[in-house]
């Protein structure tokens, strides 16, 4: 736990499971793979992404959207609870 935030150390094995993509960190470094935001409303924002053409892809009940040309880290979208 970091303050307002946590920190997820994870093996590139580990990230696949989790999130079924694949991430090999450059040169066997730490790599900042993926940002993690909650959302209230998963359903409301895949309408939103859908209609910005936005590409995205599910896994276990997340919204993973791939990083855009020089970003680097996926954004993970999982709902929040009330």
Known sequence: P???AVL??????????TFGLDRVAPRGRLDLA??????????????????????FAEQAGSIIVPPAAGQGADF????SSP
Do not use: K
């Not at 998963?42 to 590409?55: E, F, H, W």
């Open 2 to 4: 970091l303050g307002n």
């Open 8 to 17: 997820s150390v994870m093996t590139p094995g580990r990230y696949r499971e």
């Open 34 to 55: 993926a940002i993690a935001f909650q959302c209230p409303d998963i359903a409301r924002l895949r309408t939103q992404l859908s209609r910005q053409d936005v590409l």
């Open 76 to 79: 993970v979208f999982e709902e």
